[in-house]
């Protein structure tokens, strides 16, 4: 089967760095991606890893190790707006669906 | 930017009931989900279509079914609502081709079933 693990909260500090793992185990892996959602909205595209590496985005960063079936999401620079939670999601083969892990959820704190 | 709007943002209905949830899409997509969320699980595809007229079952397809006549609009139905489709739906739309697979999503329907 398709499963994504990722811990279920972390809690960081304003101004800190955080790094939010997730290890896969599908099979016709493709990609990974992050989304972020904030309470009560929608989830919105962070970022894709299409090839092992890291890509970066202003604050956010992503990683993907094919040989390990793992991926992070680094924030750095927290802001307290960040607080939310955030989905690595698997494209499978070169579908059109994604495999969602069941979500991160980020506390930062003064 | 692109936009994805669903037609209701709260919705109760009793059990047994015929629900439609609609979505509409004004970016030209291709390809378009459904997608519930319950605490805890994490977002799951419920079905997903490719095209006008196509569809695919995703993981939780049973005790749903959906409709796509036009590109832009893409209907989820429950033939008779039960208390355990009570969730939060999400609609989410994609260029078919997309090269960061980016898929853009509705504010949600908060589904109550009594």
């Known amino acids: 089967g398709q499963s994504l693990e990722q811990p279920s909260e972390v809690t960081a500090v304003e101004g800190a760095i955080v790094q939010i793992n997730c290890t896969y185990q599908t099979s016709g892996f493709y990609g990974l991606s992050w989304y972020q959602q904030h309470d009560g909205g929608a989830p919105t595209f962070l970022s894709y890893n299409g090839l092992d590496g890291l890509e970066e985005t202003g604050r956010f960063s992503s990683f993907l190790s094919r040989s390990d079936s793992y991926g992070y999401l680094l924030l750095q620079e927290l802001q307290m707006k960040d607080s939310a939670s955030y989905f690595c999601a698997a494209k499978i083969n070169s579908g059109y669906a994604l495999n969602f892990g069941k979500g991160t959820s980020l506390l930062v704190t003064p | 930017d692109v936009k994805v709007t669903q037609s209701s943002r709260y919705l109760v209905k009793r059990t047994g009931e015929k629900v439609f949830l609609e979505c509409v899409q004004d970016?030209?997509?291709?390809?378009m989900f459904w997608y519930r969320q319950d605490p805890g699980l994490g977002l799951r595809l419920i079905y997903f279509?490719?095209?006008?007229?196509?569809?695919e079952k995703g993981d939780i397809p049973e005790g749903y079914s959906v409709s796509r006549e036009k590109k832009e609009r893409f209907s989820l139905i429950l033939e008779s609502a039960s208390t355990n489709q009570t969730s939060m739906y999400l609609c989410a739309s994609r260029a078919s081709g997309s090269g960061t697979d980016t898929q853009y999503f509705g504010p949600g329907t908060r589904l109550t079933v009594l």
């Open positions: 279509s490719y095209d006008v007229k196509m569809k």
């Open positions: 970016m030209d997509h291709e390809n």
